[in-house]
């Protein structure tokens, strides 16, 4: 079995076994998810470092695990409470890695070197982080609608008692927010520098740009509202959730079409 064959299996197991820690009982769960974090993302980035990246949809979505994995460790650092996301983190990175090994098998890629530049690379990269901050954002964004509605309804249960209390997610929602406008704002940026030394013009108009765009200000005015009125809940939460989808219809959707469906 070659080394790639290895590390790629490596990170699979390693996945599954981060979304069975996260069903355990409180005590064993709280001894073991950080580790089993940990070793999960030192798995991921070692698949990152060891393999060739494409521009293809099997990179775009090993690029969202990482980003996101990196986008949660960050806002861990200044919210202890995000490590209660994990309930959701686990399952969306591993189905979101079954997806990479199927687009994987059934697309072969075009290497990345081949079409790279400065400042496409800092596009992209921004461009991936954001969206790793956005999927952050968008996981506390349905924690608080859960939880919020749970509260409203006095409903209990055990898997809504793991979760962060509803400050604590629009804490992390907001967090991962105003990341994402930052590295986002930074991405378009980069992705009109590397248009400019491409063709001559500052930006062409295409579907990723556009939903890039979109969710930039729709970001903008969410965060704007907050400052303002104080937005938050559900109201907040659903446009977060908005921004996340925008983000991937520019980001994973495009590629998917390109990949998938004309190819």
């Known amino acids: ?156 249960s055990r898997f809504l008692e793991q979760l962060p209390s509803v400050s604590s997610t629009a804490k992390i929602e907001l967090l991962g927010l105003w990341s994402a406008e930052a590295v986002l704002g930074l991405g378009i940026l980069f992705g009109m520098a590397a248009e400019f030394m491409s063709t001559g013009h500052y930006f062409e108009l295409s579907h990723k740009a556009l939903f890039s765009l979109i969710a930039f200000i729709l970001i903008g005015v969410l965060l704007f509202l907050h400052l303002k009125s104080g937005l938050r809940g559900k109201l907040a939460a659903r446009l977060c959730l908005t921004a996340y989808l925008l983000v991937s219809l520019g980001y994973l959707g495009v590629k998917f079409v390109n990949d998938i469906l004309v190819a």
């Open 1 to 156: 079995m070659s080394y790639a064959a290895i590390s790629t299996f490596t990170v699979g197991c390693l996945l599954t076994v981060f979304v069975v820690v996260t069903l355990l009982d409180d005590r064993l769960r709280r001894l073991f998810l950080f580790p089993v974090w940990v070793s999960t993302f030192l798995a991921i980035a070692n698949w990152t470092w060891a393999h060739q990246w494409g521009v293809g949809l099997s990179t775009a979505l090993m690029g969202n695990i990482l980003a996101t994995q990196i986008a949660f460790g960050l806002i861990l650092i200044f919210s202890r409470e995000t490590i209660r996301l994990a309930i959701f983190l686990g399952p969306y990175l591993l189905i979101t890695f079954l997806l990479f090994v199927w687009s994987s098998l059934s697309v072969s890629e075009i290497p990345f070197e081949k079409v790279g530049s400065t400042w496409l690379v800092l596009h992209i990269t921004s461009s991936i982080l954001a969206y790793g901050l956005v999927t952050v954002g968008a996981i506390a964004g349905f924690a608080t609608i859960l939880r919020d509605r749970a509260l409203k309804k006095r409903i209990r």
